[in-house]
């Protein structure tokens, strides 16, 4: 039989992305319209395990679509991954009667969701929400599209400064595992090279590259690195191997850091995540458990959490073929 679904609980997990806010929104609003109390679960499931929650109705969302970070904090919990963490969450969740949650997060934060639903048969449904767009099952997760915007006004603004002085600049950006944020900035800002974890592009390629840009007449290079990038040097290292190797540049290198996971959400994160709440919180209350919500071809589908962990988002190859063409 099916169980009715009265509470339902909604936490973000893992690192932050813009978008999260407009997500938590739209799970309370929905549970709301369906008649369902909804409580917030505070900093991920370290929250869950400490038993901090709040009960969350259509006003308490108001007014945070637009702000970048999430109103419930996150945490990237070690306790969880122990089976006395997740016990005590559980109990917790009961002594509380939430008898459901959804997840906004990554792929960690759904493996935990998955076991969790296996040991306590309890419903759970996830959101993708991460700069990195490293989920399988969602053509875009929630915050990367905001990322990609920041991302290309900051290369730009970094262009200006490298063509006043002629110089070549490596810009390391987020992307641990992947390098969606790299490849579409590097197109998008008109990089010279594009070094992503997907491909080792080499250092004797890459110092070809920059010596036929140079060679070009150009007056500034832009090579934009992925943090996960493969080379087997880090941005720093690419400097001065540059230095040692090729005297016409003047080198200098740019972290991005944490500035790419802030910042209001752009309409197209924010439109993402409410239909995601939407279809996360329906779904869970159709009796549907232990999926992700997604975007594909512009419809919210759900793919089960292990296919959403185990498999993989690949790079888009003909974007890297765009790039080369571009930066003749
Ligand atoms: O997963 C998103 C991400 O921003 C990665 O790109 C980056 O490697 C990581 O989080 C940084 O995590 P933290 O904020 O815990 O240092």
């Given at each position: 039989m099916l169980q009715t679904i009265k509470k339902i609980g909604v936490l973000t997990s893992g690192g932050d992305a813009p978008g999260m806010n407009a997500a938590i929104r739209s799970v309370v609003r929905t549970c709301a319209f369906h008649n369902k109390k909804c409580y917030g679960i505070y900093r991920g499931y370290e929250g869950m395990i400490d038993g901090d929650f709040i009960e969350m109705d259509a006003?308490?969302?108001?007014?945070?679509?637009?702000?970048?970070?999430?109103?419930?904090k996150s945490a990237r919990s070690k306790?969880?991954?122990?089976v006395e963490g997740r016990k005590k969450a559980y109990e917790q969740l009961r002594k509380a009667g939430i008898d459901a949650f959804v997840v906004i997060g990554g792929d960690g934060s759904f493996t935990g969701a998955m076991v969790f639903n296996k040991e306590f048969n309890f419903p759970v449904m996830g959101i993708p929400g991460t700069?990195?767009?490293?989920?399988?099952?969602?053509t875009h997760t929630l915050g990367y599209d905001t990322a990609l915007n920041t991302v290309v006004e900051v290369v730009d603004k970094i262009r200006d400064t490298a063509s006043s002085h002629n110089r070549l600049f490596f810009i390391e950006v987020m992307g641990r595992d992947v390098g969606h944020i790299a490849v579409n900035v590097g197109v998008g800002a008109g990089a010279e090279e594009i070094l992503i974890?997907?491909?080792?592009?080499g250092l004797d390629r890459l110092l070809e590259s920059l010596r036929r840009s140079k060679a070009s007449g150009k007056s500034s290079s832009i090579v934009i690195v992925a943090e996960?990038?493969?080379?087997?040097?880090?941005v720093f290292e690419l400097k001065d191997y540059v230095d040692e190797n090729m005297s016409e540049y003047e080198v200098r290198v740019s972290v991005?850091?944490?500035?790419?996971?802030?910042?209001s959400p752009s309409c197209f994160d924010r439109v993402l995540a409410s239909r995601m709440g939407v279809k996360a919180v329906e779904s869970l209350i159709t009796g549907k458990s232990n999926y992700m919500v997604g975007l594909k071809n512009d419809i919210m589908e759900l793919t089960p959490f292990d296919q959403a962990v185990k498999g993989k988002s690949k790079i888009n190859k003909e974007l890297l073929r765009v790039s080369d063409i571009m930066s003749i």
């Open positions: 006003r308490s969302v108001k007014g945070i679509i637009n702000k970048g970070g999430t109103v419930l306790a969880f991954r122990t700069i990195d767009n490293d989920i399988f099952g969602t974890p997907e491909e080792d592009l996960g990038d493969k080379i087997g040097k880090n991005l850091g944490h500035m790419q996971r802030g910042g």
